[in-house]
């Protein structure tokens, strides 16, 4: 009822949070909505990294702070196996500034604050569902500014990476947290030249995903955080 | 001080008990040159032989007198003292100034063998001096008892005086050891007292600290996942509709919405700002200290870490400096200076204090490298014999992990 995506199937969510009434609450919104399906819940990162494994979710909406294995701890654990990565969304109570942008670097695709509305939450799901990233470059470049991390003072990139013209429009439109396939549509290029120009930033950039590169992109000023 | 004094009091008595000695001397050698000295000696020879182990026995060893341990060569040399001095009078009975060699020898024997020992002999060269006079010819029993009595009496008076002498000296020596102690015992209670203050401010500001942070894990716990969980339930009612209300829900939903909204606000703060005012706050308190020395803080506000962990390790770093300083380098000025490094902060203390050609580095300078490796940054410290003490603690920029 809630959206016009229903035609491209639902999408499958594991649910891993050790607050039962937040953990019910977000199962509630989502119950609201046709096209996602809580396939399962975790309390906390084991349990949450043993649902995963068996029901093979699209995307995990994750809390960072749990007891025994945390949210980053289950992201590294997921990295480490070298299986393929679920699209990770991280939800936290209180802006943990330092939680989130670690599991940002961890492998998360994005993150929300748990009160989030109906429209916002479904939304981001299928975002992360299609492929693309929540990583909200307003937000993120202040979060990055206030941990003393968007400084020109990174040892490991002492020159900016040289983008292409092309490059750099791609990579505004991932920062904005675009698929390919809609960054195809919007520059009318063909979804094979987006999936070539964004292997090809991500080399540049030195990084392993699209996260990374929205990150990297922030700290190096490649990207307008407004825009 | 009062040592030397007594010291340099008894080295006078010994070079006047020298002078007299060779005084002594002098009537002899005019009787001599005048050729009537068997007038006054019995036998020159014999006399002028003593005489002379007398003096040499007495210089050899006036050094002795202000020992404070008797050693059996000092017995000796009292022995052979006691024995020419004797020998002197005996040679001379006419000649009554020998008698002044068994004083000498009496108030040697003081400084030399101790009180009792010098009594003892002294009645004993007393009784030789009475027999010496009984021997002589034309001398009666009643004035040899007498000269016996007198010169025993005046030895005695040598011999006790000497030792009031020694008795105050000593115990003047107690009252400055004793002095120094208090001295001392003062000056440990003044360092005691200020790690005292300076233990109590650490604790008002870690007890400050650590009530702010279960504050904000309070608000953290149970406030925000039961307003979150409120504010998802309420967002459930108002897309199901719920006819009449669903204007209510929806103000609820509002409401609780920013209810969270102030809660992450004051958490944020406790946790952020509150951190880092604190911190310029504690940092003054750390660097006042009671006591002689003088502290000079400076900080560079801009420097100031705002994360709890390396606030704190700063504040611990400045705290364990400014203790160090007072338990151990007796400085006069000790001075600190928090100040930006790149994109970290950098913590300079330096004092005039004593320092130490080899440090030691104790339990807080240990701790203190230690916090200051977990967050990533270095301790480096250096110091002489004389040179003061000087440390530098580097913290990197915000953890980047």
């Given at each position: 009822m809630t959206t016009d995506r229903s035609s491209r199937g639902v999408v499958r969510v594991c649910l891993v949070d050790d607050q039962t009434l937040v953990r019910e609450g977000i199962r509630g919104l989502l119950d609201l909505a046709d096209d996602v399906e809580v396939v399962a819940e975790a309390t906390d990162g084991d349990e949450g990294l043993a649902v995963i494994a068996t029901h093979r979710p699209d995307v995990v909406l994750l809390d960072l702070r749990m007891p025994r294995l945390d949210g980053i701890g289950l992201l590294e654990e997921l990295a480490a196996r070298g299986a393929p990565m679920p699209a990770v969304l991280v939800l936290t109570t209180f802006n943990d500034d330092e939680l989130v942008l670690r599991a940002l670097r961890a492998g998360a695709r994005g993150y929300l604050l748990k009160d989030v509305t109906l429209e916002q939450l479904v939304a981001a799901i299928h975002r992360l569902a299609d492929g693309g990233t929540l990583v909200q470059p307003a937000i993120t470049a202040g979060l990055l500014e206030r941990l003393g991390s968007r400084t020109a003072d990174r040892p490991s990139l002492p020159v900016p990476p040289e983008l292409t013209p092309r490059e750099h429009d791609v990579l505004g439109l991932v920062a904005a947290g675009f698929p390919n396939r809609e960054i195809a549509e919007a520059l009318h290029l063909s979804a094979g030249t987006v999936k070539n120009h964004v292997s090809s930033i991500l080399l540049k950039l030195g990084v392993r995903d699209r996260t990374q590169a929205v990150l990297r992109a922030l700290e190096l000023d490649l990207v307008d955080p407004s825009g | 001080m009062t040592t030397i004094d007594t010291d340099r009091l008894t080295q006078s008595t010994a070079w006047l008990g020298i002078g007299t000695t060779l005084a002594v001397a002098i009537p002899v050698v005019v009787a001599q040159l005048a050729g009537d000295v068997h007038e006054l000696l019995r036998s020159p020879v014999g006399w002028w032989t003593a005489y002379l182990v007398f003096v040499a026995v007495l210089v050899a060893d006036v050094r002795g007198w202000a020992g404070s341990q008797t050693t059996t060569g000092q017995r000796i040399v009292v022995a052979i003292m006691a024995v020419s001095g004797l020998v002197a009078v005996a040679m001379s009975p006419a000649y009554g100034f020998s008698?002044?060699?068994?004083?000498?020898?009496?108030?040697?024997?003081?400084?030399?063998?101790?009180?009792?020992?010098?009594?003892?002999?002294?009645?004993?060269?007393?009784?030789?001096?009475?027999?010496?006079?009984?021997?002589?010819?034309?001398?009666?029993?009643?004035?040899?008892?007498?000269?016996?009595?007198?010169?025993?009496?005046?030895?005695?008076?040598?011999?006790?005086?000497?030792?009031?002498?020694?008795?105050?000296?000593?115990?003047?020596?107690?009252?400055?050891?004793?002095?120094?102690?208090?001295?001392?015992?003062?000056?440990?209670?003044?360092?005691?007292?200020?790690?005292?203050?300076?233990?109590?401010?650490?604790?008002?500001?870690?007890?400050?600290?650590?009530?702010?942070?279960?504050?904000?894990?309070?608000?953290?716990?149970?406030?925000?996942?039961?307003?979150?969980?409120?504010?998802?339930?309420?967002?459930?009612?108002?897309?199901?509709?719920?006819?009449?209300?669903?204007?209510?829900?929806?103000?609820?939903?509002?409401?609780?919405?920013?209810?969270?909204?102030?809660?992450?606000?004051?958490?944020?703060?406790?946790?952020?700002?509150?951190?880092?005012?604190?911190?310029?706050?504690?940092?003054?308190?750390?660097?006042?200290?009671?006591?002689?020395?003088?502290?000079?803080?400076?900080?560079?506000?801009?420097?100031?870490?705002?994360?709890?962990?390396?606030?704190?390790?700063?504040?611990?770093?400045?705290?364990?400096?400014?203790?160090?300083?007072?338990?151990?380098?007796?400085?006069?000025?000790?001075?600190?200076?928090?100040?930006?490094?790149?994109?970290?902060?950098?913590?300079?203390?330096?004092?005039?204090g004593r320092g130490s050609p080899d440090l030691v580095p104790g339990h807080g300078l240990t701790g203190m490298r230690e916090r200051v490796e977990a967050v990533g940054g270095t301790v480096e410290t250096s110091t002489s014999a004389g040179g003061g003490f000087h440390l530098r603690a580097s913290l990197p920029g915000p953890a980047r992990p």
């Open positions: - | 008698v002044v060699l068994p004083i000498v020898t009496a108030t040697a024997a003081t400084f030399v063998i101790g009180f009792r020992p010098a009594l003892v002999l002294t009645a004993g060269q007393a009784v030789l001096i009475m027999l010496v006079y009984v021997a002589v010819p034309g001398v009666g029993v009643g004035d040899a008892v007498l000269q016996g009595v007198a010169w025993g009496g005046f030895m005695g008076f040598a011999v006790f005086t000497v030792e009031v002498g020694a008795r105050e000296g000593r115990a003047r020596e107690h009252l400055a050891v004793l002095n120094d102690e208090l001295a001392e015992t003062n000056a440990r209670l003044a360092r005691t007292n200020v790690e005292l203050e300076e233990a109590q401010r650490q604790l008002a500001v870690q007890s400050r600290t650590a009530e702010r942070l279960r504050i904000s894990r309070d608000l953290h716990d149970l406030i925000g996942h039961q307003l979150t969980a409120l504010s998802l339930q309420l967002e459930a009612a108002g897309h199901r509709g719920a006819g009449a209300a669903t204007d209510n829900v929806e103000r609820s939903r509002a409401i609780a919405r920013d209810l969270l909204g102030d809660v992450r606000d004051v958490v944020g703060r406790l946790r952020e700002d509150g951190a880092h005012d604190d911190l310029a706050a504690a940092l003054r308190d750390a660097a006042t200290v009671a006591g002689p020395m003088a502290v000079e803080l400076e900080v560079d506000d801009d420097a100031l870490p705002t994360d709890a962990e390396r606030a704190t390790t700063v504040l611990r770093v400045v705290q364990e400096s400014v203790t160090n300083a007072v338990r151990h380098a007796d400085a006069r000025n000790l001075w600190i200076r928090v100040g930006e490094a790149g994109s970290g902060v950098v913590v300079e203390v330096r004092d005039d």
